[in-house]
């Protein structure tokens, strides 16, 4: 018994060493994994942190282009001025001075302005865009001549910034872009009752301006329309129709193993690469014409071609082998089996696939750049091959401008380009909730 129980002994203590290890070890297995957790935690926690910091800067540089501030004047159109011939033919009211109109408008509310640079300078407080206002006024209809009116009529730019605190009155002269009897002239129209701020629908409905007062994203977004209408009429039938041949009848050898690489390389491709191909073949070879959607969408769809083969491919290898087999046991064909009853199965991921394939190509610049979509395009275009530019191209073009106001024109097209990012992407999550089949 002696024996034994000298035995048991060590035993039980080497069983209690190793169960205290194997508690150590769990403790720290679990301390490591809160520690993962906290780290996890955080590293997302900073993500979140920094982009409420860009939307914040964002949101508040640019909310401002959404109000403008106008001015409401009595205007007298002036027959000696706007009608030369006096015999009101379109061509006589073409020819009026109708800048000449809103300076006599401000002058009689300001009787002191009577020096040339005053008038000069109190005329630069309306916007160039408030003549052809005018002119369009009286063109739709010459009865006015020789009346009264009261128009609203927009500010300039620095004058808008001054109403909106951007430019500052107790700034010293020399630093800032209004004189001071400038800003005692603002302030004075500001007391009478001839301001106030509205909705600035001109920012949606207008092209590309040299003056920020009258820019908008009208020519922009519609040759973003235009490009990715073209960008998915190419990409979408080409890429879905490659995706079935190379998963469901191509033959395993190493031909398709080349293309399924190369495929994946033309992914990781930069964007720019492809507008370097779309400058050389297709202006310099095929001499198609520049700056136009027609182009601007066939060198997206080049880039978006490998998202969609990828997405395409991966959408039909994750319906189940079983459908295939039914099919075939019923009789339908090899085509049949893949069209009617495995490619809509997967239409759902491949959409999705498509979807987030569009949206990249809505964001690229470097590609549209190097085909000339970087030119000032003041029309609206109206056809696929009318010159035009993107949204992302016009924020570029406005972000290099000096004036104040075209800061506030950037952040509001980015603005507008998170949202229609922000929809595509969703309408991808919802599509996908809404119509995928879990096996």
Known sequence: MSDVSD????????????????????????????????????????????????IFDIVGKGHGAFQRHVLTLQIYFDPDVIDPRGDRSSQSLRMGNYTSLVRNSLTEIFSGATGRSDRRSLGSLVSTGAAFQ????????????????????????????????YIRADTPEVDR???????????????????HSEFNANFFTSGDSREPELAGILGALT?????????????????VASAIYLEEFAP?????????????????VPSIVFGLLGLGMFLNVFGFPRSAPLIGGMVLALMTLPTIIIAGRAA???????????????????????????LPLAMPGILTGTIIGMAQALGETAPLLMI????????????????ATVLPVQIFLWSDSPERAFVEKTSAAIMVLLLFLMAMNLAAVLLRQRFERRW
Request: proline letters at 5%.
């Open 7 to 54: 035995f048991s002994e060590p035993s039980d203590a080497h069983s209690f060493r190793n169960t205290e290890a194997a508690d150590r070890r769990l403790r720290k297995r679990h301390a490591a994994e809160r520690r993962f957790r906290f780290y996890g935690a955080a590293a997302v926690s900073i993500a979140l942190l920094a982009l409420a910091a860009l």
């Open 134 to 165: 005018l002119q369009d006024m009286v063109m739709a209809d010459p009865s006015l001549v020789g009346e009264r009116r009261l128009v609203t009529v927009p500010f300039a730019d620095d004058a808008d910034m001054y109403y909106k605190g």
């Open 177 to 195: 872009r209004l004189l001071d009897t400038q800003i005692a002239w603002l302030d004075q129209l500001e007391r009478r009752g001839h301001t």
């Open 223 to 239: 040759g973003s329309i235009l490009t990715l209408c073209v960008t998915l009429l190419l990409s979408f039938p080409l890429g």
């Open 252 to 268: 395993k050898n190493r031909w398709t193993d080349l293309i399924e690489v190369n495929i994946n390389n033309l992914a990781a």
């Open 316 to 342: 039909l290898k994750a319906v189940p082998p079983s459908i295939r087999e039914a099919a075939m046991s019923m009789g339908a064909s090899p085509l049949q089996v893949v069209l009617q009853h495995v």
């Open 372 to 387: 000339g979509m970087v030119a000032f395009i003041v029309d609206i275009p109206s056809a696929f091959t009318s010159p």
